[in-house]
């Protein structure tokens, strides 16, 4: 047995905590972000984490910066043999790295050295990767670069956004670290290198990472949409023939092969499952949308009740 402490934020990183409560290792305390506001009411709602882990009666740190020497101490009172890290979403110094005995361990949802960074699922599901999954490593200075205890796959349907992928992940990375926690016990965990040469690197999504070329093929935009749901979401704006152009997200898309005699970006019709967009190799069927400020909607909705009757899709910044 392992005495565990824990440092994880999101929902992506409760199964993880959950499945070493369930085993035979024991999670002295659990580290995680302060209170954010969130949702359209802005209000203060604590990290998925920290109500997990009250959930089970652990400790828990909330701290901006787990580096701070009052909270290095808050660890070190805990003994732990190892940590655990998925998804926390701080640079962790080497005092805290090497105050366990095993070091820390980090549930990274790619399989590495694909997609070390920010947004590793965001990155495969964008570009059409036909597979993806997790690696358990030992944490290091450099980002994501340790060396790797395990990985699992799994597929990426070609309709998955990256929020069901998500969800998968994180089931799949659970049984994972527990693996690689009572190999660690047991003295037999044995990690590989990772292979430097193949390394590829991907940072936090902005604004140009969100926005939709409407000069793209359609099948690059649909995974770019599924890629950028639920979050942050793709933009794009809606250039009405009776007004100025408004932003959009979409939300849900299909595509086809196919020449579109228009202009990319162009509405070529209207049809029960949405609305056909001309792209620079194939059409694009929107299928749902949100308006800026206003609710999720149907395509064959959106251009029927605010379209006024014609226009086309264009980037944000377009006049």
């Given at each position: 047995m392992l005495d565990v402490v824990f440092l994880g934020t999101p929902d992506f990183a409760v199964?993880?905590?959950d499945a070493i409560v369930a085993s035979s290792h024991r999670v002295v305390g659990v580290v995680t972000q302060p209170d954010r506001r969130r949702g359209r009411g802005q209000r203060s709602a604590p990290p998925p984490?920290?109500?997990?882990?009250?959930?089970?009666?652990?400790?828990?740190?909330?701290t901006a910066?787990?580096?701070a020497a009052e909270d290095l101490a808050w660890v070190a009172d805990r003994a732990p043999a190892v940590g655990v890290v998925v998804a926390f979403g701080q640079f962790l110094k080497k005092p805290i790295r090497e105050l366990?005995?095993?070091?820390?361990?980090?549930?990274?949802?790619?399989?590495?050295?694909?997609?070390r960074g920010a947004a590793p699922i965001h990155a495969a599901v964008i570009a059409g990767d036909p597979?993806?999954?997790?690696?358990?490593?030992?944490?290091?200075?450099?980002?994501?670069?340790?060396?790797?205890?395990?990985?699992?796959?799994?597929?990426i349907g070609s309709d998955e956004t990256?929020?069901?992928?998500?969800?998968?992940?994180?089931?799949?990375g659970a049984p994972l670290v527990v693996d690689v926690l009572d190999r660690l016990a047991a003295g037999t965990a044995e990690s590989v290198a990772q292979d430097e040469a193949a390394a590829t690197h991907v940072g936090r999504l902005g604004i140009d990472d969100r926005t939709i070329a409407w000069d793209a093929?359609?099948?690059?935009?649909?995974?770019?949409?599924?890629?950028?749901?639920?979050?942050?979401?793709?933009?794009?704006?809606f250039a009405s023939t009776e007004g100025a152009p408004f932003r959009v997200?979409?939300?849900?898309?299909?595509?086809?092969e196919g020449a579109a005699d228009a202009t990319p970006g162009d509405v070529l019709g209207v049809r029960d499952d949405g609305v056909d967009v001309a792209t620079g190799d194939g059409v694009l069927t929107i299928e749902r949308l949100t308006p800026a400020g206003g609710r999720p909607v149907t395509g064959r909705e959106f251009f029927h009740g605010r379209a006024g009757g014609g226009g086309r899709f264009v980037a944000p910044t377009d006049s």
């Open positions: 199964p993880t905590l984490v920290r109500v997990a882990a009250e959930r089970h009666g652990i400790d828990v740190l909330q910066d787990v580096n366990p005995r095993f070091g820390l361990i980090n549930l990274h949802a790619s399989l590495l050295p694909q997609y597979e993806t999954g997790v690696s358990v490593m030992q944490v290091e200075r450099r980002m994501d670069a340790g060396a790797v205890f395990a990985t699992a796959t799994t597929p990256t929020g069901d992928v998500e969800e998968r992940l994180a089931t799949i093929s359609a099948r690059a935009i649909h995974d770019r949409v599924r890629g950028l749901t639920p979050h942050p979401g793709a933009l794009a704006a997200r979409p939300l849900e898309t299909a595509w086809r």
